[in-house]
């Protein structure tokens, strides 16, 4: 399989390059929290060569509950996210939720992440584009795999198209997703570097007033997808998911993360021979 090339930096995604990994907690709790795990996470990956973009949402929009922590404030986050850019060279990624925080998130960021829930959301779609930033597109949990051309679309209507397509789960009944590895195939069909997000695809929504999950599947949805093929891999990765903020079920612990891309770039690398 193949598609084109996004560039990031001298970070080259797609086009059967070695993956990206795009790795960081699933929202800004603290500074300290933040740049201590972008810290532990480079090292990593300067250690194993794999490339590396920052991934941290400035905020929540999203949450199950009224009650749920849905981050410290925008102008506070972002700063925070720009002292990782600044500190250790890395490149930022975070969601964005409405055409005024595109704009304001592109200040930092170098991707501009559409939640899945807002993958149809055209005046987002359009300033996420009009930003000139790259645009990465997460498959709603309601969308088949083709339609996701109809997303690529409305951000290519602005001359942008420096899109990437992320599979992050299928709602199945209630209360669970599951991944069918296809999508990954369909959506680099249509041209763009596919991502696979492990973490999320492993949440059960809506348990009790809260997003659950079983992060125990992460390590091998990871494995299956590279063996499938991916541009990039999307782990939200924390150094305490219990006590996590938000996603605390679904977010792979820190000391798992070495491991696992040791594997991952094992299979990478058969897969793209």
Request: charged residues 25%; contains cysteine.
């Amino acid at each position: 399989m193949s598609s084109q090339v996004v560039e990031i930096n001298d970070i080259k995604i797609g086009n059967n390059n070695p993956f990206v990994l795009m790795a960081g907690p699933c929202v800004v709790e603290s500074e300290d929290l933040i740049l201590r795990t972008a810290e532990s996470i480079q090292k990593i990956t300067e250690e194993l060569e794999i490339p590396l973009i920052f991934k941290s949402s400035y905020k929540k929009a999203n949450r199950t509950s009224m009650n749920s922590f849905s981050g410290l404030g925008d102008e506070e986050a972002l700063k925070i996210l720009m002292k990782v850019k600044e500190s250790f060279g890395l490149p930022i990624v975070t969601d964005t939720h409405s055409p005024e925080e595109a704009r304001m998130a592109a200040e930092v960021a170098d991707i501009l992440q559409i939640p899945a829930f807002l993958c149809r959301q055209t005046e987002l779609l359009v300033a996420a584009g009009e930003t000139g930033k790259v645009v990465n597109i997460k498959k709603g949990q309601f969308l088949a795999p083709p339609d996701m051309k109809y997303a690529a679309d409305k951000v290519e209507s602005t001359g942008n198209k420096k899109i990437l397509m992320t599979e992050r789960g299928t709602t199945f009944g209630y209360g669970n997703l599951v991944v069918d590895m296809r999508a990954l195939v369909i959506m680099r069909e249509l041209g763009y570097p596919v991502v696979m997000d492990a973490t999320h695809s492993v949440q059960m929504p809506g348990a009790g007033g809260t997003t659950g999950g079983d992060s125990k599947f992460i390590p091998y949805l990871t494995k299956a997808a590279t063996a499938v093929g991916i541009d990039a891999l999307f782990l939200e990765v924390h150094p305490d998911p219990p006590n996590a903020l938000s996603d605390a079920k679904s977010q792979l612990p820190l000391s798992e993360l070495k491991q696992l891309l040791i594997d991952v770039k094992k299979i990478d690398e058969i897969t793209k021979k």
